[in-house]
């Protein structure tokens, strides 16, 4: 059983909102925090944004305003508001815990921005 399965990417204008999820499988949610990771063609996968257990949010600061992250306890699930969009956000997202572990990455899910 595949970890964490992201969905939702797509092709978006700039300026434009796309929403991704990400639904966990066994004990990998509960009384965790969870994170979104990005990684660029050509560039390291770097982090996005975290929530932990009790609901705080922190942000890189590039997308600090314009993101936001969520989760749903309740269906082991982990969203990404991605609101006013810019080219340079163009990006395979993953979730993971926070800190990430290596057998927990699953397949993405790409993010294009572009006009």
């Known amino acids: 059983q595949v970890p964490l399965v992201e969905s939702g990417g797509g092709l978006v204008q700039p300026g434009g909102s796309l929403r991704v999820s990400c639904v966990a499988s066994?004990?990998?949610?509960?009384?965790?925090?969870m994170g979104w990771y990005r990684q660029a063609p050509g560039e390291q996968r770097e982090w996005v944004a975290t929530?932990?257990?009790?609901?705080?949010?922190t942000y890189e600061d590039s997308v600090k305003g314009r993101f936001t992250i969520s989760r749903d306890n309740a269906k082991n699930t982990v969203y990404l508001q991605m609101n006013s969009l810019k080219l340079e956000d163009t990006a395979v997202y993953y979730c993971?815990?926070?800190?990430?572990?290596?057998?927990?990455w699953g397949q993405g899910t790409q993010v294009t921005v572009s006009s």
């Open positions: 066994g004990g990998i949610f509960s009384g965790k925090a």
């Open positions: 993971n815990t926070v800190p990430w572990a290596q057998n927990y």
């Open positions: 929530i932990n257990v009790g609901g705080i949010t």
